[in-house]
């Protein structure tokens, strides 16, 4: 796919111009102190693990690595239990994305012309942008910054070092490659306007005159060379900025990052790529998996940049996902995983890797695709992406295992110098993680056991969360209600056993706010908010469930069990929700509680443009007015007055009496402080019970919050640091929360868009959400009841749901091991009493799920 250097033309002078006029001499600054690291282990990535090892940190560099050497006079000694190299995101955003909502401050996308490739990326990057620091946090020390995928050739991107110092000092490559993109993003910008490309013919058509200009425009500088050096006279051609960007590439002086999705558009840009014959890299590629075979030929050529997110299915089994970075690395595909990062999550890319290894990727390969594979598709491999001799000194310390989900970074350091510190500490063994290792054996499941009545759950770690775990634990259902719990409870006769021994059994997860269902229906569109106007309290979200959605199938796959569905934030009052358990065909036969809660919207999502409300005092106003109707309405019907003839109904109303009577819980969504005080008044004037939703802020009033007993559904906890919104995000919030006794619960992101399963995403997973609160120092106790219990209390199911007790739903998890382990997934799901999801031993991303139904 490459131009031979043979069949190239001379270098042009003007490349070298463009060159030589860089502000920019990178020279990184040394560390003056040599820097001695220990650790357990050193997972080197091009040269195996060394055990209890040794690395030298010298003016920078790596001057040494290996078993016990002498320490240097004066070098700071520092100790870890692991250490691998530093990570690297060849495709992120950070730096150039802006602060979403805030006007003029977006600068990721140059959208006023589909082919720009002049635009550089460096000379929009903010080098103070907080998310660079959220990403050293995270252990990135590398990225490559681009423009976004609004343009069929969107310009050049930067190769920046996440440390701290001038321009000079982190910049290491200027010029790092040419994003494209081939595939929908510019139809959707400019088919709108009416202007090319409103298909991807027209995609291609654009990208390939573009390089056909270049060819000419390079040809036209040959031929002034040639010209000039036989002494006949001659003009230069007219310099152009984009044209000598495109030059770069075709003389392989930079490669072509290339976004596509599919396996059409994977197949258009390699051959874009053979007919101008440049370097090329695949970016996203959510479906290359599906051409593993047909492109075996080209594996040691291509490489491919996926997620997020990270796992897909598609049109031959839209219930199935497919771990795509393994299926690709397994066949010698050369794979990288990215963040993406939009002004935010730059942090996550050691979590992304977590997320294909805990689906089946080979930790090796996943270690190597955040670390070498990145560095060698951007020839920086000389300098970064594995731990050798002469490379760049950069370095991730680790208390734990790299893909382990209590696993925190401990320290990063960068050219030498330490660049970040952390709390140490918590990603150590803990005796209530150890006594439940992932066992040997695969969890067998009776054939019988998918229509049986009487099952019984047999020598598994139990956990009921309404007491201590109970070694050798049993577990007796019939007709889908939990009947015994104990040790070693002997079996009756007529029940079907799930020998479980070395398996941890515990109840089904509960999301406390969900919009599974809300947006997957054959017209594609979202049911989430009803936003004709600003208060629709009567509506109820029963109506716009799709029981067939694929994302119930995911929850399933899970663990998740129960949840309360809702209608979105983007409405003061948006409507009432429903706790629907997760399977079934019919919508009525899953809710197990109607009218469950109102939502409210406080802040920046409930305002509106160029009508009431506009500001948030408008959105405060309103809602009081709305209140205040709803009041009056009641007392008329308290009164006894006949609704048919005295005065007319209105529906709206009649929705709010439940509320101001304490009867229906407020589920409040606020992010800010001043807009939970917000919410804090209106609870006191009306007398309402609220529970507080998204909850960034939550934690600077967590004893007022504490003291009032309301409790809390923290949002997203992978998010980025780009929105007003998450300007006081604290990873720490749910411990902080937990300790001043306020009972939190966690909002995970189920629902997804079509043919990206929840799974692939951070955020998607209950258990992977407390692993995290437990990793910023919530106590995993807490944590574990945080998706079970308390969820299960916030949304007024206790009784039935949350914990392992005789007499509630028999709603189980037999799970690998302990719950807060990377490949502790689930194994086999029960809701009611009935075995709705078991893992496939064989293929660790298959899956074989009922829908649901009765018994009969």
């Not at 681009?146 to 290491?172: D, F, M, W, Y």
């Not at 054996?441 to 229509?451: I, K, Q």
């Not at 258990?767 to 308390?790: W, Y």
Request: aromatic fraction near 6%; proline fraction near 7%.
């Amino acid at each position: 796919m490459t131009l031979p250097r043979s069949g190239r033309r001379t270098a042009l002078p003007f490349l070298v111009l463009l060159l030589s006029f860089s502000f920019l001499h990178v020279h990184p600054p040394l560390s003056a102190q040599p820097v001695v690291v220990r650790a357990e282990k050193i997972y080197t990535v091009s040269n195996g693990i060394v055990e209890n090892g040794m690395i030298l940190l010298e003016d920078g560099k790596i001057a040494r690595v290996g078993s016990a050497f002498d320490i240097p006079p004066g070098a700071r000694v520092l100790d870890a239990r692991v250490v691998t190299p530093g990570f690297i995101d060849m495709h992120s955003h950070v730096g150039i994305w802006g602060t979403p909502g805030v006007r003029g401050d977006a600068d990721g996308n140059e959208m006023t012309n589909p082919v720009t490739p002049q635009v550089r990326a460096l000379d929009a990057y903010n080098f103070d942008d907080p998310a660079i620091a959220a990403g050293r946090a995270g252990g990135v020390t590398t990225v490559i910054s681009r423009p976004g995928s609004a343009n069929v050739i969107g310009g050049t991107s930067v190769a920046v070092k996440l440390k701290s110092g001038t321009p000079q000092e982190v910049v290491i490559r200027e010029n790092a490659d040419l994003k494209m993109a081939l595939e929908g993003n510019p139809i959707g910008v400019y088919g709108g306007r009416g202007q090319m490309p409103t298909t991807l013919m027209g995609v291609y058509h654009l990208a390939e005159k573009a390089f056909m200009e270049a060819q000419a425009y390079r040809e036209s500088w040959a031929n002034y060379e040639e010209k000039k050096a036989n002494g006949e006279q001659a003009t230069p051609p007219t310099r152009d900025l984009g044209k000598e960007a495109l030059v770069m590439a075709l003389e392989g002086e930079i490669p072509v990052h290339i976004h596509v999705a599919t396996a059409s558009e994977v197949m258009s840009a390699i051959r874009l790529a053979d007919q101008f014959g440049f370097n090329l890299t695949l970016c996203h590629a959510y479906y290359a998996h599906l051409l593993v075979d047909a492109l075996k030929d080209r594996k040691d050529e291509l490489h491919i940049n996926i997620g997020p997110p990270m796992f897909f299915s598609y049109y031959d089994d839209a219930l199935t996902f497919k771990n795509s970075p393994a299926i690709l690395a397994n066949a010698g595909y050369r794979v990288s995983l990215q963040t993406d990062a939009l002004g935010g999550p730059q942090q996550n890319l050691r979590h992304l890797a977590m997320l294909t290894v805990r689906y089946g990727m080979d930790p090796e390969d996943a270690l190597r695709a955040i670390t070498l594979a990145p560095a060698e598709a951007m020839a920086l491999e000389d300098r970064l992406g594995s731990i050798e001799a002469g490379k760049d000194g950069d370095l991730v310390l680790l208390d734990g295992e790299p893909f382990e989900m209590l696993t925190s970074v401990e320290k990063v350091i960068i050219d030498g110098k330490v660049e970040f510190e952390g709390p140490s500490g918590r990603g150590a063994e803990q005796p209530a993680l150890a006594r439940a290792l992932p066992p040997e054996r695969t969890l067998d499941l009776p054939a019988e056991v998918w229509t049986a009545r009487r099952i019984a759950v047999r020598g598994g770690l139990v956990y009921t969360m309404a007491g201590d775990p109970i070694e050798n634990g049993t577990v007796l259902v019939e007709d889908g209600k939990i009947t015994r719990v104990g040790r070693e409870l002997a079996v009756p006769s007529g029940y079907t056993v799930i020998e479980a021994d070395g398996f941890v059994v515990m109840p089904g997860l509960v999301s406390p706010r969900s919009y599974v269902g809300l947006g997957s229906n054959w017209r594609r569109q979202s049911h989430m908010d009803e936003t004709s106007r600003p208060a629709v309290p009567a509506l109820e979200v029963k109506h716009a469930i799709e029981p067939h959605d694929p994302n119930f199938t995911h929850a399933r796959e899970l663990g998740v069990t129960t949840a309360l569905v809702t209608p979105g934030d983007r409405n003061l009052f948006g409507g009432r929700g429903a706790v629907l358990k997760m399977t079934g065909l019919v919508v009525d036969e899953m809710i197990a509680k109607e009218r469950a809660a109102m939502v409210m919207g406080l802040g920046t999502s409930s305002k509106r443009e160029g009508q009431m409300p506009s500001t948030r005092m408008g959105v405060a106003a309103m809602a009081r007015e709305t209140l205040i109707k709803a009041q009056e309405y009641m007392r008329k019907v308290e009164a006894g007055a006949d609704t048919a003839s005295s005065f007319k109904r209105d529906l709206d109303m009649e929705a709010l009496i439940p509320v101001l009577k304490g009867e229906t819980p407020v589920l409040v969504h606020a992010e800010r402080r001043d807009d939970i005080h917000t919410a804090l008044r209106i609870t006191d004037e009306f007398n309402l019970r609220i529970i507080l939703d998204g909850a960034t802020d939550a934690y600077k009033l967590a004893d007022e919050i504490g003291e009032r007993d309301i409790p809390v559904i923290i949002e997203n906890l992978f998010r980025g640091m780009g929105a007003i919104e998450d300007e006081g995000f604290d990873p720490e919030a749910p411990a902080l929360l937990s300790k001043a006794g306020v009972r939190i619960a966690f909002r995970p992101r189920i629902t997804s868009g079509w043919f990206t399963p929840a799974p692939g995403s951070p955020g998607a997973d209950p258990l992977e959400i407390a692993a995290f609160a437990v990793r910023h120092g919530m106590d995993p106790d807490a944590a574990l009841r945080s998706v079970t219990m308390d969820a299960a209390t916030i949304i007024g199911m206790e009784d039935r749901v949350g914990s392992l007790e005789p007499g509630k739903d028999a709603d189980l998890l037999i799970l690998r091991g302990h719950p807060f382990r990377t490949h502790s997934v689930p194994e086999a799901v029960l809701i009611d009493g009935r075995v709705v999801y078991q893992r496939d031993p064989l293929a660790r991303i298959q899956i074989k799920s009922s829908p649901g139904g009765n018994h009969d």
